[in-house]
Nanobody
Framework: QVQLAESGGGRVQAGASLRLSCTATGRITPQHQQAWFRQAPGKDRELVAKLTWNTADIHYAESVEGRFKISGDRNKKMLWLQMNDLQPGDTAVYFC????????????WGQGTQVTVEA
């Protein structure tokens, strides 16, 4: 069983930066993948950035490529999302999630942290 808790959200002006943190309890193994998702009002939840521990692969959504950076420390059970040059379109609730990289499911989710970017 894994529990996830996000922090670091807030209200900022366009062009600002925020760093989200996700703290895990339970076991995160090299077979796990971890990710940040976001959900804006009236929209589906979307994958923002993903990190696969056993391959070190990192994937970003096209909309955040070059502005956001995912990183983590598996031993410390921490995951971060550095978000730079935030835009109003980035406004959403941000969730961290984890699951086994095979079969590639997202089994555990945090409660989310609100990020609001004002023009």
């Amino acid at each position: 069983q894994v529990q996830l808790a996000e922090s670091g959200g807030g209200r900022v002006q366009a062009g600002a930066s925020l760093r989200l943190s996700c703290t895990a309890t339970g076991r995160i193994t090299p077979q796990h993948q971890q990710a940040w998702f976001r959900q804006a009002p009236g929209k589906d939840r979307e994958l923002v950035a993903k990190l696969t521990w056993n391959t070190a692969d990192i994937h970003y959504a096209e909309s955040v490529e070059g502005r956001f950076k995912i990183s983590g420390d598996r031993n410390k059970k921490m995951l971060w999302l550095q978000m730079n040059d935030l835009q109003p379109g980035d406004t959403a609730v941000y969730f961290c999630a984890t699951g086994l990289s095979y079969p590639g499911t997202w089994d555990y989710w945090g409660q989310g942290t609100q990020v609001t970017v004002e023009a």
